[in-house]
């Protein structure tokens, strides 16, 4: 079965950086768009940033364009997010998903969280 499973989460200083990553089994991983999500308290769950198979296109959303980097390496299965300058409003759960290009996000990974400092 498909697994995604996110790693890199943890406590930081605002300003300071993190890396997740997400390690995918059981697809072909560079056929799917792969996408970095995050879940603040009592908000909605919003795309941050997305990949497509081949890597040759990114999208950010607003909120951290210029600050975050989504990165893939089809090799090992897995997506990264760079996050640097991080900020208190940055602080959420944080999960990577999988989209065989039809629009829909068919899976998810647990999600792994992300406390910025201030």
């Known amino acids: 079965q498909v697994q995604l499973v996110e790693s890199g989460g943890g406590l930081v200083q605002t300003g300071g950086s993190l890396r997740l990553s997400c390690a995918a089994s059981g697809l072909t991983f560079s056929n799917y768009v792969m996408g970095w999500f995050r879940q603040a308290p009592g908000k909605e769950r919003v795309l941050v940033a997305r990949i497509t198979g081949s890597a040759i296109s990114t999208a950010y959303g607003d909120s951290v364009k210029g600050r975050f980097t989504i990165s893939r390496d089809n090799t090992k299965n897995t997506v990264y997010l760079q996050m640097s300058s991080l900020k208190p409003e940055d602080t959420a759960v944080y999960y990577c998903?999988?989209?065989?290009?039809?629009?829909?996000?068919?899976?998810w990974g647990q999600g792994t969280q992300v406390t910025v400092q201030s």
């Open positions: 998903a999988a989209d065989r290009g039809l629009g829909t996000y068919a899976y």
